[in-house]
């Protein structure tokens, strides 16, 4: 056995900042509920009526439905578990992971309409996720309303890349 540490242990650990589990939730199974539900209602109402018939009073609710479920699907797509790791931007989903250098990041921002619960990263080129990554931080919900969890990753992205305070 050799005393010397081997590459993999002497590297630094991933900080995550994503809640893996609230994460793992709003990714794959809140997403197959809800398309269970899309799909299922009209099928098992085609399968015992026989026919699809929407009363124009409801027309609405059923379109918005529909749109909504494209806007949350594309959202989800772009859902990651994020962290970091050296001068390493570390996203990864539940089939792969890449490392980011903070080079590439153009900006971190809360999302408007769920601020506090929902972080944006943008980066400044393609990188194997697009060119903008969600993260749900951790414990979003409960400290939504006393924190900013977007300033984490800003403070860690302007410490060791003091050149891109203005881009923030």
Do not use: C
């Amino acid at each position: 056995m050799s005393s010397e540490p081997s590459p993999a242990s002497s590297e630094t650990p991933t900080v995550w900042l994503s809640g893996v589990i609230q994460t793992f939730m709003s990714k794959l199974v809140m997403p197959v509920i809800g398309l269970a539900a899309v799909i299922g209602v009209p099928l098992w109402v085609y399968l015992t009526m026989g026919r699809i018939s929407i009363r124009s009073d409801f027309q609405f609710i059923v379109w918005f439905a529909l749109i909504a479920t494209a806007l949350l699907s594309w959202l989800t797509a772009h859902l990651q578990l994020v962290g970091y790791r050296g001068r390493e931007l570390v996203v990864a989903n539940y089939w792969r992971e890449a490392r980011i250098p903070f080079e590439q990041i153009e900006a971190v921002e809360p999302v408007w309409w769920y601020k506090g619960r929902l972080v944006r990263i943008r980066f400044n080129r393609r990188t194997p996720f697009g060119s903008v990554v969600y993260y749900m931080p951790k414990w979003g919900p409960l400290r939504a309303m006393f924190s900013a969890p977007e300033e984490e990753l800003r403070r860690v992205v302007w410490t060791t890349a003091p050149w891109k305070r203005w881009r923030f």
